[in-house]
């Protein structure tokens, strides 16, 4: 079996065939579940298992490296897919206990009833020696559950960050040294699971710093043997600086709200901005997600269905919601024909989100040329906020 370095057996699972995540996240180049052995010369250690669908796979790895004996397995992420192996390994090792968070433990007795006797909780920073490695722990709460942590080895400079810095990416590449392979790969799964804990990455991207890392191995997809690449990466994305861009949401019944977006489109290119225009009737949500990583502006258009938005446009406002993107302005347009309460319902979701509602422009049937002189209007506002912001010249 390949070593990532002298020791460090890659062990987990492919699954080219999975489409989707959580029963909401599209994986359109499946995935990988990642588990390391690491042989020290006193203990071994098994880092994180596999999706349950792929246990078969994860103890076939075991059985090739004639694994006999496991003292430790680090459980650095409580969630299924990285977890539900658990039972299967403790069943098969009957000495080995696993390591994880105080909150781990409490996750993996709920979640898979694993005993308290065979779970040992480590505080942040301790470490565990496997005779000639040592494994230092960092806990690193919510990338993107509570109890989340990193497993450090540090004779080999290798950072397990389970979540963390992973990609949706079914590869057999275990490792890449170059980020434009997996990149689209990792800004989305940035943009679905991490974004909404882009303040508290910050945070932990500074606890690591001092650290040095010659190999970060996520959970899912590659890991990086140029490390500054993917770390690099992240600081831009979880930085609180915005780009000048507008991406529309929108959905259309009659063409009406789909000629209000045609319309903004071209007004916002005229004046320099740039613009991504989602048919929600046929968008990736995934896309749509990793579009938002970094635009200043969110514009959603949709017409007024009976009395109020288009479902389409509902769900799609209150994913922007959940996912917190550092969007600082959203507008609300679209058409309708008799009455309605879309505004109303569009602002209702977005209460607490922090970016400023711009005045919307809701007109009645097919845009009139004053409609569309408003949404000039819309789109002078919107480049005099990217102006305030510093991202558009004068
Ligand atoms: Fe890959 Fe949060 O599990």
Redesign the pocket.
């Given at each position: 079996m390949r070593e990532i370095r002298p020791g460090v057996f890659p062990v987990g699972a492919i699954d080219r065939d999975r489409r989707l995540f959580d029963e909401l996240i599209p994986l359109p180049e499946g995935t990988t579940?990642n588990a390391f052995v690491i042989r020290g010369s006193g203990a071994t250690a098994l880092i994180d298992t596999v999706d349950p669908s792929k246990e078969g796979v994860l103890l076939a790895n075991l059985d090739e490296l004639k694994l006999e004996r496991l003292d430790y397995l680090v459980s650095n992420?409580s969630?299924q897919?990285?977890s539900g192996s658990i039972p299967a390994v403790l069943a098969r090792y009957p000495a080995a206990k696993v390591v994880t968070t105080p909150k781990g433990k409490e996750f993996l007795r709920l979640l898979l009833h694993v005993p308290d006797e065979r779970i040992v909780a480590v505080q942040d920073r301790e470490t565990l020696s496997l005779g000639d490695r040592t494994l230092e722990f960092i806990h690193a709460p919510w990338v993107?559950?509570p109890e989340t942590m990193f497993t450090y080895l540090r004779e080999e400079r290798i950072l397990f960050t389970?979540?963390l810095f992973?990609s949706h990416f079914a590869t057999n590449d275990v490792s890449i040294g170059d980020l434009g392979r997996v990149y689209w790969g990792a800004k989305r799964y940035y943009a679905e699971?991490m974004m909404p804990f882009r303040t508290l990455i910050q945070g932990h991207l500074e606890k690591i710093r001092p650290l040095a890392i010659d190999i970060i191995a996520p959970?899912?997809g590659p890991a990086y043997t140029k490390p500054e690449l993917i770390l690099a990466a992240y600081r831009d994305w979880i930085s609180d600086e915005v780009k000048n861009e507008v991406v529309i949401p929108y959905v259309s019944m009659h063409h009406s709200t789909a000629a209000m977006v045609a319309h903004l489109e071209k007004a916002l290119l005229g004046r320099g901005i740039r613009v991504i225009p989602f048919n929600l009737t046929v968008t990736d949500l995934g896309e749509l997600a990793m579009a938002i990583v970094d635009a200043a502006t969110v514009v959603v258009g949709t017409p007024t269905v009976l009395t109020g938005p288009h479902p389409a446009a509902i769900s799609a406002t209150y994913l922007v919601k959940l996912l917190k993107p550092k969007t600082r302005a959203v507008g609300i347009i679209g058409s309708y024909g008799w009455g309605g309460k879309t505004v109303k319902e569009l602002t209702g979701i977005l209460q607490g989100f922090p970016a400023e509602v711009l005045e919307p422009v809701l007109v009645k049937g097919l845009p009139t040329a004053e409609d569309l002189r408003a949404l000039d209007a819309l789109a002078d506002k919107i480049a005099e906020k990217h102006r305030s912001y510093g991202i558009l010249g004068t």
């Open positions: 579940y992420h969630e897919d990285h993107h559950w389970c979540d992973g699971i959970s899912h």
